[in-house]
Nanobody, 120 residues
Framework: VQLVQSGGGLVQVGESLRLSCAAS????????MGWYRQAPEKQRELVGT???????NYKFSVKGRFTISRDNAKNTVHLQMNSLKPEDTAVYYC???????????????WGQGTQVTVSS
């Protein structure tokens, strides 16, 4: 199973970015998907999650600015980031809870990470 991310880059304060993540390989089902981020010299933190039914949960500081969506048919998850702030600068990682067959347990898989830099 591979998760490949796209998007990211350098933006100004108040601008928007969209990150995408596509899962491929031997996939029977995917439960939760979501995004983490890690700023320099800080621990990785959860940005938000989305269940297979589409229920979302967000870190308090991004609520109302970030939106997570997914396409179950394509095994993709997206992170729309609006009104970006300098404190959103970090490497962003997608993840997916994947079951590879009907009899296997779920395992977490991670994207390669993508840099988001918000300049003031």
């Amino acid at each position: 199973v591979q998760l490949v991310q796209s998007g990211g880059g350098l933006v100004q304060v108040g601008e928007s970015l969209r990150l995408s993540c596509a899962a491929s390989g031997s996939i029977f089902s995917i439960n939760d998907m979501g995004w983490y981020r890690q700023a320099p010299e800080k621990q990785r933190e959860l940005v938000g999650t989305i269940s297979s039914a589409g229920f979302t949960n967000y870190k308090f500081s991004v609520k109302g600015r970030f939106t997570i969506s997914r396409d179950n048919a394509k095994n993709t998850v997206h992170l729309q980031m609006n009104s970006l702030k300098p404190e959103d600068t970090a490497v962003y990682y997608c993840y997916a809870q994947v079951r590879r067959s009907w009899y296997s347990a779920e395992s977490d898989y991670w994207g390669q990470g993508t840099q988001v830099t918000v300049s003031s």
